[in-house]
């Protein structure tokens, strides 16, 4: 028996600022006969992002958000969010930090893709700082977000061998391959619960 009767898919947005090859990917995923969500909206803080183009092609609504006043910002993505009647928050490069009150807004319902095995490299270049420390291995998780820059609860991660001669690039490249692999089912996983 299909596994998806009565299942009602979930309503996702997508946050991004930049390429959108996630997003791209998820939109992919989202496509898919069995897959457990839709995309419904993508969120840029940019207006010049790479990833609004995917918007388009697969007609999905986009909103673009000037961030001069963060309360303002906030305001106008809260008021997308409900307008369509996101149950998801899936952030893809979002190069923005969150308010405190945005996140508790939404508490549980925001998760984030990081390209590092946090703990370990938070923040940016994280690439770079696993080479720099000799790590045998890096990878991408997949979390909920929290207050505390990329530190929420662990859904799933993926290991990435770091191999000689490695570059920040050949394993920012190696890395999102498997990115690509780990968001959509993170969203499985997260959305089979909900
Ligand atoms: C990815 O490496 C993701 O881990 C990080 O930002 C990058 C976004 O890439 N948070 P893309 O815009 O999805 O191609």
Known sequence: MPRLIGFKKK???VFISGTGSNFKNLIKYSLK???????CLVVSSRSKAKGLNYAE????????ISYLNIKKAEKNIINELKKNKIDLICLAGYMKILSKNFIKNFKGKIVNIHPSLLPKYKGLNTYQRALDNNEKFSGCTIHYVNSK???GKIILQKKVKI???DTSDKLAKRILKQEHLLYPKAL???LINS
Do not use: T
């Not at 006969?33 to 995309?39: A, H, T, V, Y």
């Not at 092609?57 to 673009?64: A, T």
């Open 57 to 64: 092609k697969y007609n999905i609504k986009k909103k673009v």
């Open 33 to 39: 006969k069995n897959s457990k969500f839709e995309i």
């Open 163 to 165: 191999l000689k001669n």
């Open 11 to 13: 309503k996702i947005a």
């Open 188 to 190: 499985n996983k997260v």
């Open 149 to 151: 820059l990329d530190s």
